[in-house]
């Protein structure tokens, strides 16, 4: 009987060697491939090669893309189907669509192609399912499920009830030199592994089509079957199918986690135990870590793990890899370029629970450099912030950089202080000891002003815009300001609580710049003005009381000069004077209603006005005189006072 099995699957095989084309119609393609083709071929020995392009030539093999052969790819149970019918020359029937397992299906588009192979294998004897009505077609095949499939090609029936049970097997398809003396039958076998074994399952089936073309001359024996040859009808043992463990299986998918975050390793299979590692290497019984408990990820990783089982073949690896979870970059509320000077620059990040860090000094913050952030940056002048933000379990953000340039401010012209209204004398009056000087009176502050500050300088100072900060000190008239070192020149401000200036004068001070005389305007009361009185002190001299035309004397008399301004007409003013000089005096002498009070007195003069009709007052009005060129007396000037 097994001489006749052994005739009847060679008689296919010697016609298919004898006639190339029969394999070569297996190949779909019009073009033959060669491993020149393929990109994952060009580091592979030159023997190896050889074996490929020998079977590329042949369509027993065609690679997995166009340019991709899978040489280091797991070979699968479909595949080892094609190649032992194409490599033993059985009759593949293309038209069978469908197949006599349960797990094989036309519409599959990994495995539906084989059907036809499948079934060729399965008729010749040379290949079974797995159980329970199944193939298989994309499972994996171990190095002595394949040496079994070879060997029976050759019409051996290798001894299965060995331990392992395909020892036997592995034995007679390396002493045919069929595959290496090394091959180890619990591996799972590559596509590198199917190309050795094809090529080496040719070479020793060439060997028996010799053997038998030698005895095709030689008188058949006498055979009282006279029937045809035909496949045997008893059932082929059924190659025991070793079993996979199940692949691990983690508790955390893979992707961006948190740093600390616990994963869990786990497989389906039953006492498995399951070696991981994490330095890219493959894992296995004897390389990596066997696994004991969760591990935490700290940093950027991938794990690769196996599970192994005395008795099943090493599962498929699991590979995952974990990043560390970012922060988010802060960003900033204004956007960088020119901004006024004194704007507010707000901070935020959208990682919760997040502490933003910033410098101003161009250095890189961190969690140890910079400020930790919590408030809004007022920005005064030209400067770049950079800003991360940090949280514990997460990466440090990427640095934020905005940098801003302070606007020139804009000029605004503060209210002009002047005497009498702001102060007494536009000239400040020295001060108790030497090196001082004294603003007299202070009154009137401009709407918005709170307070006076004075401050010295050497050269005269420039008018500051209203609003910004005046340098100085808080100033109280009558109070010696220091004018030492040649400071002469006072800049008196009046500003805001904040010090901003709002008003604004600069006064030189000068040596005796106190005239000897002062001159000073008695109250006038609202309602008609018929007279101005103005008293000196202390006693001028002759040469003044000695005037007696007003104009020779005064200049002018101006009702509110600073605003909606009056002109006294002076043309029909008289001038009289008393007490202390020698001039015309009053009538009767001295002051009206006659004589005048013993001792010295100051010199006193009264401006009779008689103009019609008389010039009118009122409550708040200023009256200012001023007096001729020549005359070293200071202007003087009277607030109008309600009559009553």
Avoid at 330 to 350: D, F, H, K
Avoid at 376 to 392: G, L, M, N, Y
Avoid at 530 to 556: G, R
Wanted: hydrophobic fraction near 35%; glycine fraction near 10%; include cysteine.
């Amino acid at each position: 009987m097994k001489n006749r099995i052994s005739k009847w699957l060679l008689v296919p095989l010697v016609a298919s060697m004898l006639l190339p084309s029969a394999v070569a119609s297996a190949e779909n393609s019009t073009t033959t491939k060669t491993t020149a083709d393929f990109k994952d071929l060009a580091g592979v020995d030159a023997a190896l090669k050889a074996k490929i392009d020998a079977l590329l030539s042949k369509g027993v093999f065609e690679g997995i893309s166009e340019d991709s052969f899978g040489i280091d790819d797991n070979m699968t149970r479909a595949q080892f189907a094609k190649v032992l019918t194409l490599i033993y020359g059985v009759n593949v029937n293309d038209s069978v669509t469908a197949s006599s397992f349960s797990d094989v299906k036309a519409d599959d588009s990994a495995n539906g192609w084989a059907i036809p192979y499948i079934e060729a294998a399965k008729k010749a004897g040379l290949l079974n399912g797995t159980g329970n009505d199944t193939f298989q077609p994309g499972g994996d095949v171990t190095l002595g499920q394949f040496a079994t499939g070879l060997v029976r090609g050759l019409g051996v029936k290798p001894d299965t009830t060995g331990s392992p049970w395909y020892a036997d097997a592995v034995k007679q398809a390396i002493n045919k030199k069929i595959l290496p003396e090394e091959t180890d039958g619990s591996k799972l076998a590559t596509r590198a592994d199917l190309v050795v074994g094809a090529y080496g399952g040719q070479q020793a089936y060439v060997a028996i089509k010799k053997e038998e073309e030698a005895n095709l001359g030689k008188e058949p024996e006498k055979d009282t079957n006279t029937t045809q040859p035909t496949a045997p009808t008893t059932s082929t043992p059924t190659i025991p199918v070793q079993l996979s463990a199940a692949k691990p299986t983690v508790s955390v998918s893979a992707g961006a986690v948190l740093s600390g975050t616990v994963v869990s390793l786990s497989t389906t299979t039953s006492g498995a135990a399951i070696y991981y590692t994490t330095d890219t290497t493959t894992p296995s019984a004897s390389n990596g870590t066997a696994y004991s408990g969760p591990i935490v990820i700290t940093n950027a990783v991938t794990i690769k793990a196996v599970a192994v089982k005395s008795g099943y073949i090493t599962s498929n690896v699991l590979e995952t890899s974990y990043t560390i979870q970012q922060a988010e970059a802060p960003t900033a509320n204004v956007a960088a370029g020119e901004v006024v000077s004194g704007m507010t620059v707000t901070l935020s990040t959208t990682t919760s629970g997040a502490t933003i860090y910033y410098t101003t000094d161009t250095t890189t913050p961190s969690a140890t450099n910079g400020t930790a952030y919590s408030s809004p940056i007022v920005i005064t002048s030209d400067v770049t912030i950079r800003a991360i933000a940090v949280k514990t379990g997460m990466t440090d953000s990427a640095v934020t950089n905005v940098s801003y340039t302070v606007q020139a401010p804009q000029y605004v012209e503060p209210v002009y202080l002047y005497a009498p209204r702001n102060f007494t004398y536009d000239d400040p009056a020295d001060g108790s000891t030497t090196d001082t000087a004294q603003i007299i009176a202070l009154e009137n502050l401009p709407a918005g002003a709170t307070k006076w500050m004075v401050s010295t300088t050497v050269d005269e100072p420039e008018t500051p815009s209203a609003g910004t900060e005046f340098n100085g000190i808080d100033y109280t008239a009558g109070d010696d300001i220091d004018i030492s070192e040649g400071k002469n020149w006072i800049a008196i401000a009046a500003a805001d609580d904040d010090g901003n200036v709002v008003g604004f004068r600069a006064l030189l001070h000068a040596e005796s710049t106190s005239p000897s005389v002062v001159a000073s305007l008695s109250q006038i009361s609202s309602g008609d003005l018929y007279m101005i009185t103005i008293t000196f002190n202390p006693t001028v001299s002759t040469d003044l009381t000695s005037i007696t035309d007003a104009k020779d004397l005064i200049a002018s008399i101006i009702i509110n000069p600073d605003s909606n301004p009056v002109t006294v007409d002076l043309d029909s003013a008289t001038l009289n004077w008393d007490g202390g000089g020698s001039g015309g005096g009053f009538p009767g002498g001295g002051f009206p209603g006659g004589g005048s009070p013993g001792g010295s007195l100051p010199s006193m003069a009264m401006i009779a006005l008689a103009h019609t009709p008389a010039y009118q007052v009122q409550a708040g009005d200023v009256v200012r005189v001023t007096f001729k060129n020549g005359i070293e007396i200071e202007n003087c000037s009277t607030s109008v006072v309600a009559s009553g």
